[in-house]
């Protein structure tokens, strides 16, 4: 099989020559409209610091976000820029009304004053330094990302036909080969699909321009096109990098689901980088362990997976909470350490931003 494919760890070894470390490259996490995912955001910059990363995070924001929510950005050390929305001229389809702001993702390619970035989501959460992909050889008109998790075994009902286990990028993987040897990325097919959740890229002013001139465009079959797109940055990073982007391993983008949908390939040490897709940790707060259990576990919650404690292969059914009880569960366990941490330090917007979080118990 033909195909664009690599695995960033082949690449850790020459991060020390100086062609990469005089490299200027950043992590950039998109925050608009509302402060919702500021909780989100603080622990991915936790997680980023915790494991030694050597890249600033850049939080872009657009113009209707408040004072106080880039205070509290700033204020946690994080650099705050402001970019312009980008909405398409004509129809959109989209399957959930918080995507509707995802276009404007696409200005990450006017970060023009690095020579590499990484667009990274504002719910994904470190478990390891990753600083390796941004060491990866990448030409100026490709990008790198995983696929797009298709299997789709809760059968929601939005879904195209063919998301199905056995058109999912990841399904051919097993095991440690599916990080030594990442299924390549196809020009057509199922097998194009990425996740946007995570992409490395080099910012251009040249791409961004193609980017503004197809969204804006009046022209009939640009407009089809992109009427046909559910997941706006993501649908316009496959279409416009198609046969040219490059496939890096799950362990980089891990949703959350992949921990009881793939089990030919999922494991919790590999993990790199946690994407907490759909339902978001911070809006359901696990119950506390009793004293006796802190002691025992060195944990402040309770992980009360149920009948998913050794599931790999199935659908989350009607317990999605139980579903995501292990994952969910490492994000709160990071949350603590943080706020703790901000407490000490003298951060002064703690209260506001656990206000953003689940504050009852049940």
């Known amino acids: 099989m033909t ?7 082949d690449y850790i070894s020459s991060s020390s020559s100086s062609s990469y470390t005089t490299r200027k490259c950043a992590w950039v996490v998109f925050l608009l409209t509302t402060p919702s995912y500021l909780p989100g955001i603080l622990v991915l910059a936790y997680t980023l610091r915790k494991y030694n990363s050597k890249y600033p995070l850049i939080v872009a924001i657009n113009p209707s976000i408040a004072a106080e929510t880039i205070t509290a950005l700033e204020e ?21 009304e918080r995507f ?21 989501d504002g719910d994904m959460m470190l478990k390891r330094n990753m600083d390796e992909i941004f060491d ?3 030409k100026e008109d490709q990008i790198a990302a995983t696929f797009a998790c298709i299997c789709n075994l809760d059968k929601s009902s939005w879904a195209p036909a063919e998301w199905t286990r056995d058109n999912c990028g990841f399904a051919p993987s097993h095991g440690s080969d599916s990080i030594t040897h990442p299924g390549p990325a196809q020009p057509t097919g199922t097998h194009s699909l990425l996740n ?10 040249l791409v ?9 465009s009046g022209d009939k079959n640009d407009q089809e096109r992109i009427k046909e797109w559910s997941f706006p940055d993501q649908d316009l990073f496959a279409d416009l990098f198609r046969g040219k982007w490059i496939s890096i391993p799950w362990i980089y983008n891990s949703i959350k689901t992949m921990r009881y949908w793939h089990g030919n390939f999922y494991n919790d040490h590999d993990v790199r980088n946690l994407h907490y897709i759909c339902k978001k940790p911070w809006k359901y707060r696990p119950k506390y362990n009793s004293p006796e259990e802190y002691e025992r576990t060195g944990n402040v919650y309770k992980v009360e997976a149920g009948e998913y404690a050794q599931v790999k292969d199935n659908d989350v059914g009607l317990n999605e ?7 969910h569960g490492w994000w709160w366990e990071e949350y603590e350490c943080m ?5 000490k330090n003298g951060y002064g917007w703690c209260e506001f931003v656990d206000n953003l979080t689940d504050r009852g118990q049940s």
């Open 208 to 216: 961004l321009q193609r980017i503004y001139e197809l969204v804006e």
């Open 76 to 96: 946690y050390g994080l650099e705050v820029r402001m970019v312009q929305p980008l909405v398409p001229r004509g129809q959109i389809t989209l399957i959930a």
């Open 321 to 327: 909470r139980e579903a995501d009880a292990v994952t």
């Open 3 to 9: 195909g664009l494919a690599l695995n960033p760890l």
């Open 136 to 138: 990866i050889p990448l």
């Open 339 to 343: 706020l703790g941490q901000m407490r």
């Open 196 to 205: 946007s959740g995570l992409v490395v890229l080099t910012p251009s002013q």
């Open 100 to 120: 509707v702001d995802t276009w404007t993702k696409a200005a990450v390619f006017g970060f023009d004053d690095y020579d590499r970035v990484c667009l990274i």
